[in-house]
């Protein structure tokens, strides 16, 4: 998988081709199984269109489950996996991730 440091201010929602691309570039998905997928329902995108890995996205995931930009309005188990993909993504990227995530990843 390609990692991308593009800046991640330059990726909005509207750049992915569809709801179900943005989904899956994104660690929460709070659609209900089986429905049609809605983008504002998707939270936390670390994936860019094309399916890079961008460095910046996953830095911007872990400061919002810190509480940045007012947080992420999801169930605490859903922030706790998508805690727990962020750690496995930081070693991608050969990075430590940060205490906080791993406080939540528990």
Not at 56 to 75: E, K, M, S, Y
Not at 78 to 105: F, G, M, N, T, V
Request: proline share 9%; net charge positive.
């Amino acid at each position: 998988m390609a990692i991308s440091n593009r800046p991640w201010s330059n990726v909005t929602p509207a750049d992915y081709p569809t709801a179900e691309a943005f989904c899956r570039a994104c660690l929460i998905d709070l659609n209900p199984p089986g429905e049609e997928k809605v983008k504002e329902n998707c939270k936390l995108p670390v994936y860019e269109p094309d399916g890079d890995l961008n460095r910046n996205a996953v830095h911007a995931a872990a400061a919002a489950l810190a509480g940045a930009r007012g947080g992420v309005q999801a169930p605490a188990e859903a922030k706790r996996r998508a805690a727990r993909r962020l750690i496995r993504l930081y070693r991608q990227l050969d990075e430590e991730p940060p205490e906080s995530l791993r406080r939540l990843a528990r």
